[in-house]
């Protein structure tokens, strides 16, 4: 059943064409930590912007491997872009902005992303 998710205040949405997920990742990284991130992640075919893609704004650090794209209005980032270990195009799900997705319910798998 596909889930959908937005920034805070609507500007920016989209729809993920998979089941919601039982569990998050979240990190310890500067960026991460600083917002609290709760992530999973999708391939990018199952990805729908709905409407917004004229509000987003970019930020990329360190190795660039990400865009992380918020919205250029309310600040929230609802979700990044990225490759895979394998390549293949990603996209990372920012769940705090899911309404649907119990967040105390989640399986939270922690990552030492200040190491990388």
Same mark, same amino acid.
């Not at 919601?20 to 990284?29: E, F």
């Not at 509000?55 to 609802?78: M, N, P, V, W």
């Given at each position: 059943?596909? %889930?959908?998710?937005?920034?805070?205040?609507?500007?920016?949405?989209?729809?993920?064409?998979?089941?919601?997920?039982?569990?998050?990742?979240?990190?310890?990284?500067?960026?991460?930590?600083?917002?609290?991130?709760?992530?999973?992640?999708?391939?990018?075919?199952?990805?729908?912007?709905?409407?917004?893609?004229?509000?987003?704004?970019? %930020?990329?650090? %360190?190795?660039?491997?990400?865009?992380?794209?918020?919205?250029?209005?309310?600040?929230?980032?609802?979700?990044?872009?990225?490759?895979?270990?394998?390549?293949?195009?990603?996209?990372?799900?920012?769940?705090?902005?899911?309404?649907?997705?119990?967040?105390?319910?989640?399986?939270?798998?922690?990552?030492?992303?200040?190491?990388?």
């Amino acid at each position: 059943m596909p %889930y959908t998710g937005s920034c805070h205040c609507g500007a920016v949405t989209f729809t993920v064409a998979a089941d919601a997920p039982t569990q998050a990742m979240t990190c310890n990284c500067s960026h991460c930590r600083r917002k609290g991130f709760l992530l999973t992640f999708v391939p990018a075919e199952q990805f729908t912007l709905d409407s917004g893609a004229d509000r987003l704004t970019d %930020y990329q650090f %360190y190795k660039h491997r990400i865009t992380h794209q918020f919205c250029s209005i309310c600040g929230t980032e609802a979700f990044a872009e990225g490759k895979g270990p394998d390549g293949s195009a990603m996209q990372a799900i920012n769940l705090r902005c899911v309404p649907s997705v119990d967040l105390d319910a989640l399986a939270i798998q922690k990552v030492d992303g200040a190491s990388f």
